[in-house]
């Protein structure tokens, strides 16, 4: 799909952007690969590492829709992963937050339809379902945005959808470098701010090849879930410290106990396929009508049960101690 094709994404320079542009530079021969962010020392440091004729780097901000519209010129594919993604640095800062994910997240629509873009998708976060916190309440609100994208764009517009995954190991701003920086300081006792936390937990590869493979599913409009294992925060402890003596520090602001990312509420908008599960759209697109049972790739979902939600406290999958070792 990539090959001889332009790929932009947005807050390029963060885990998962260095992530994704190593896949597609090993991988497939995209003619170019633009790096959008504000941060001119990342895309530095990030130019060192990928010392590649096709990488472009332009500064700006998502909440700049005017350059947007200049570096998405020539386009044809976008992933927009940029987001102020800190539960409790949004709770302080609510009007910062909103700027970058909800108006950020109207500005990619507008610019990738102006721009002629052919699909987009945008990272979303376990936190957009029932969400309690700002960070998740405004990636709700940026997911129905790019959902809505596709009545915006008409029918020979760009393509919006939208994969929304949990706790990505290893990822800057997640508990994994925490704790092993104070593992490596000589600490005994790891923070957990509540013993009986769980949550979903996913790999930066595995997330990057979700998103890679749901550009060849999407129609429009899906919210793609992958199925992936969960974790308790007190076996992740006893994985790094062979332990599970630990310093109880509190849930912190904007915090949940567990994390949920089909709530029930849609259970019968939302389809499961063999390795993810599909949102579907609560609204009816003007100029088309599409089936989501069957995706680009000929693969077939069945609705699930009503009232099903995926829990990641009652995922049937968890990661036992020994198989949180072998991912850290």
Not at 52 to 59: A, G, L, Q, Y
Not at 75 to 85: R, S
Request: include cysteine.
């Amino acid at each position: 799909m990539f090959n001889n094709k332009s790929v932009l994404i947005t807050g390029g320079t963060g885990s998962f952007g260095h992530a994704f542009v190593r896949r597609l530079l090993e991988h497939y021969n995209p003619s170019k690969v633009v790096v959008y962010s504000r941060d001119e020392l990342k895309q530095y440091e990030m130019g060192q590492v990928f010392p590649d004729s096709r990488m472009r780097f332009f500064i700006g901000d998502v909440r700049d829709l005017d350059r947007l519209k200049v570096a998405m010129n020539g386009i044809d594919y976008v992933v927009h992963a940029a987001a102020l993604k800190q539960v409790p640095a949004a709770e302080y800062n609510p009007m910062e937050c909103i700027k970058t994910n909800i108006i950020g997240g109207q500005n990619v629509v507008e610019a990738a339809i102006a721009a002629g873009i052919k699909r987009v998708i945008a990272l979303s976060t376990d936190k957009a379902a029932n969400p309690i916190n700002l960070y998740g309440a405004t990636k709700l609100a940026s997911d129905k945005l790019f959902v809505a994208g596709n009545n915006m764009s008409g029918r020979d517009g760009p393509r919006f959808s939208v994969v929304r995954y949990g706790n990505v190991a290893g990822s800057r701003g997640s508990v994994v470098p925490l704790y092993q920086k104070l593992v490596a300081e000589g600490r005994e006792r790891l923070p957990v701010t509540h013993p009986e936390m769980t949550r979903f937990w996913i790999t930066l590869e595995q997330g990057v090849d979700f998103v890679i493979k749901n550009f060849d599913r999407m129609h429009g409009g899906e919210i793609f879930i992958p199925k992936i294992p969960s974790m308790r925060v007190v076996d992740l402890v006893e994985a790094m410290t062979g332990s599970r003596d630990y310093d109880d520090i509190g849930i912190r602001p904007g915090e949940k106990l567990h994390e949920i990312m089909v709530p029930g509420e849609v259970s019968h908008q939302t389809l499961e396929f063999h390795d993810h599960y599909v949102i579907t759209p609560a609204i009816a697109f003007f100029d088309r009508e599409l089936d989501y049972h069957t995706n680009r790739l000929g693969e077939k979902g069945q609705p699930v049960a009503d009232g099903f939600e995926y829990h990641s406290g009652t995922n049937p999958d968890f990661l036992d101690i020994d198989a949180l070792k072998a991912l850290l």
